[in-house]
């Protein structure tokens, strides 16, 4: 799902590039809201590096899954932005409508990914404490091995 995010996320930066030269204020709040995509993508994909050999490393977890929900916030709020400036433009007749559409809709499928990273992240990291116990682990922090 990171990968997936991460991918989207650079696509859709690429179609909000073309855009920027009709629209200003949609193409900046909307590529921050790209940005937020793209955070909580690498942070989803990061997720791997929480598990070595025969260990979990649970603070390192809870920190991916505290920024990947931040990130998410962060996307909302930019995706009410957008919206709010796509609102704005509609009412003036200069700005293309079609254009707006599509950053309305790349900003739209952007917040939805990043809500659906934060669910995943949510689920995932830390594992909890029944998943732990399924595999013997109390969940509680420890030392280095072979202390």
Known sequence: MGLVSVLTAVAFAGVLLVLSAELTFVVYSG?????GLLVSGVGLACGRSCVSTEHVNLTLARQIRNLTVAFTVFTIVFAVLTGFGIAMATTATEEPLPLLTVAGTVTMVAALMSVTNAAVGLRLFPP???LLAEYGSSGQPVGPPGR
């Open 128 to 130: 909890s404490r029944k």
């Open 31 to 35: 590529g921050a809201c790209v940005l």
